[in-house]
């Protein structure tokens, strides 16, 4: 079946520091793929996608690029901000569906 | 201007109850959806909408019943309130189906006391 695996969190850094969600999946065909990030009390936002092998997603110094090799979209930033705390879903739609598939949420905690 | 906004934000309610969320988009999208969020932050759909005709039921018990009135507007109905429905219950839309990005609303936090 089509599924996504995140790590598990919290991820706990300090400002500026470099930060680095993993994501896997496993999807029949070519699935889009997706990050969202939902900050407390507020529902998800889209923050990056990618619908094909090697592009790559940027979104508010957010970068994922979809690796088919290794069927992995991992997140990056450079220089994380107190700001950027909140939980982030890596998710999949798989080609010819309608279907928004989630991974389990890493919570990032950023602090001063 | 809220794009996706669902009604109430809050809802407390005893077991057996029967209770409604509304969901409206103001973004002239085709598609609708219904998410529950568990309470480690799972997220699952349950229904989806595309103008109005259902597309995606997902082995949701039969007390769950979307009503999609007109295509800005998707609506849950819950007969028969159970422990395991509380849950924070969000609503999305989209442009139309496929792999178009989705709005999601603020969610609506149901506790069944």
């Known amino acids: 079946g089509n599924s996504v695996t995140q790590m598990e969190g919290p991820v706990t850094l300090s400002e500026e520091a470099f930060l680095t969600i993993n994501c896997t999946y496993t999807?029949?065909?070519?699935?889009?793929l997706f990050w969202y990030v939902q900050y407390p009390g507020e529902g998800l936002q889209l923050l990056l996608k990618?619908?094909?092998?090697?592009d790559k997603g940027s979104n508010k110094g957010f970068e994922a690029t979809y690796r088919k090799e290794t069927t992995s979209f991992h997140l990056e930033k450079g220089s994380v901000q107190v700001s950027d705390s909140a939980v982030y879903f890596c998710?999949?739609?798989?080609?010819?569906?309608?279907?928004?598939?989630f991974g389990t949420g890493t919570r990032l905690q950023v602090f001063p | 201007d809220t794009a996706v906004s669902q009604t109430p934000k809050y809802l407390v309610t005893q077991m057996g109850n029967d209770k409604s969320i509304k969901c409206e988009q103001n973004l002239g999208h085709d598609t609708m959806y219904w998410y529950k969020q568990d309470s480690k932050k799972f997220l699952k759909i349950m229904f989806s909408?595309?103008?109005?005709?259902?597309?995606i039921n997902e082995t949701v018990p039969n007390r769950f019943s979307p009503k999609s009135p007109d295509k800005a507007h998707l609506n849950l109905h819950i007969n028969s309130l159970e422990l395991g429905d509380s849950a924070v219950y969000f609503c999305?839309?989209?442009?139309?189906?496929?792999?178009?990005?989705?709005?999601f609303g603020d969610g609506t936090r149901l506790s069944i006391l």
């Open positions: 999807a029949t065909g070519y699935p889009s």
């Open positions: 998710a999949l739609i798989r080609f010819g569906t309608d279907k928004l598939i």
């Open positions: 909408y595309n103008n109005k005709e259902l597309i």
């Open positions: 999305a839309s989209s442009r139309d189906r496929g792999n178009q990005p989705q709005h």
């Open positions: 990618a619908t094909k092998a090697d």
